[in-house]
């Protein structure tokens, strides 16, 4: 029965998991294709994304 209890919590904190993940990407999805739009390059988004992070 424990085994049971383990296996369901275990699946639906993977599927949490995955959901933030995907809602996250789908949502910053449309500021790449702007970006895309404007002429950065695939890889100018990323490298935004590192600087920011740095004070």
């Known amino acids: 029965m424990n085994l049971i209890v383990n296996a369901l919590l275990l699946l639906?904190?993977?599927i949490a998991v995955v959901n933030t993940l995907v809602m996250a990407t789908?949502?910053?999805g449309r500021e790449f294709a702007m970006?895309?739009?404007i002429g950065t390059s695939r890889r100018h988004p990323a490298d935004g994304a590192d600087d920011s992070t740095q004070d």
Do not use: G
Request: aromatic residues 12%; hydrophobic residues 55%; charged residues 20%.
């Open 12 to 14: 639906y904190i993977l």
């Open 26 to 28: 789908s949502a910053r």
């Open 35 to 37: 970006l895309r739009l």
